[in-house]
């Protein structure tokens, strides 16, 4: 079993920077990923992206790309997700997700965390 928490949301003015931490423990594997979504009220869950535990490798949504990055700490168990350029349609709860696959698919995931919020005002 793997539990993941996230930290690290909060609210925040447009053009600010977040930084949101997801650390892993039980049974995790660095052959998994890790990925980032976000679900704003009324929506749909989002992909925001995702990291390749094993080499680092990532890959990011359109909407954030250039503007968050994602980071790992293997040793820590911990992946981080770093937010520059805030925007207000980046507001919604975050989530960091665990699988096998590199995917953008919710599905693909097998564990969550309980999410953390993130609010951007203008």
């Known amino acids: 079993q793997v539990q993941l928490v996230e930290s690290g949301g909060g609210l925040v003015q447009a053009g600010g920077s977040l930084r949101l931490s997801c650390a892993a423990s039980g049974r995790t594997s660095r052959r998994y990923t890790t990925g980032w979504f976000r679900q704003a009220p009324g929506k749909e869950r989002e992909f925001v992206g995702v990291?390749?535990?094993?080499?680092?490798?990532?890959y990011y949504s359109d909407s954030v790309k250039g503007r968050f990055t994602i980071s790992r700490d293997n040793a820590e168990g911990t992946v981080y997700l770093q937010m520059n350029s805030l925007k207000p349609e980046d507001t919604a709860l975050y989530y960091c997700?665990?699988?096998?696959?590199?995917?953008?698919?919710?599905?693909?995931?097998?564990?969550w965390g309980q999410g953390t919020q993130v609010t951007v005002f203008s």
């Open positions: 997700a665990l699988g096998a696959t590199y995917s953008v698919v919710p599905t693909s995931y097998v564990y």
């Open positions: 990291i390749r535990l094993s080499d680092g490798t990532t």
